[in-house]
């Protein structure tokens, strides 16, 4: 992939790619979410089985991201017709209502601002993308899936739940953590605060890896 046709992805732990586009509530832009952590993702088209799945999954647990203060909103290179004409049926045909915006991105602007656009994967459609933005607009993290499996929605909303415990408690998490698990406490920097690790009350394996309850 040369550079002319390399997608450009934004980085992570950096201010998120602004935007403004036409969604199925309104226009909405990124400054809309300030203040809140933001699940955006992007879907390759609106009418397919798997987006359909994830759609009807992620509204399903919006209830939960919200009491996180974590708002959802999704995207596919379509119109705001035909979003509006695929959640309608899925309401009709499987009985769940999407509650939360699709942005319509025919210019693809959005999705080239992230990366969405994987050229030999998804040619003009954006891949399963998916950014967690904190509430100061920052990009904290991506996970990208290929066109023909789904994603996980537990998996989304366990890391929004992992990302914020870090920020509250400044320690990191475990593979798989779940609220209530221990926590890692950060190794230390110093061969003095190695010296003093092992005696300061953690449960630690070694003086670099040390656990806690919060």
């Known amino acids: ?54 759609f009807m999954a992620f509204a399903q647990r919006q209830g939960e991201f919200a009491k996180i203060n974590c708002e959802l909103l999704g995207l596919s290179i379509d119109s705001t017709h035909s979003h509006v004409a695929w959640t309608r049926n899925i309401k009709e045909k ?15 602007n959005v999705a080239t601002a992230y990366g969405m656009i994987q050229p030999g994967a998804s040619d003009t459609s954006a891949v399963r993308a998916t950014f967690l933005i904190d509430d100061k607009g920052i990009l904290r993290a991506m996970i990208y899936y290929p066109m023909s499996n789904g994603r996980s929605i537990d998996e989304v909303l366990r890391l929004v739940k992992a990302l914020q415990t870090s920020d509250a408690n400044g320690i990191a998490t475990p593979e798989g953590w779940q609220p209530g698990d221990k926590v890692i406490v950060p190794p230390p920097k110093t061969v003095a605060e190695a010296e003093k690790r092992m005696n300061e009350g953690y449960e630690c394996v070694d003086w670099y890896f040390c656990k806690k309850s919060l």
């Not at 499987?94 to 693809?108: K, R, T």
Request: net charge negative; with cysteine.
């Open 94 to 108: 499987f009985g769940v209502e999407i509650g939360f915006p699709i942005i319509a991105d025919l210019s693809m």
């Open 1 to 54: 992939m040369n550079d002319a046709t390399a997608p450009r992805m934004p980085g992570l732990n950096q201010p998120a790619p602004d935007f403004k586009a036409p969604t199925t509530h309104g226009e909405k832009t990124l400054a809309d979410y300030k203040g809140k952590w933001l699940v955006l993702f992007s879907h390759p088209a609106d009418f397919t089985p798997v987006c359909t799945t994830e």
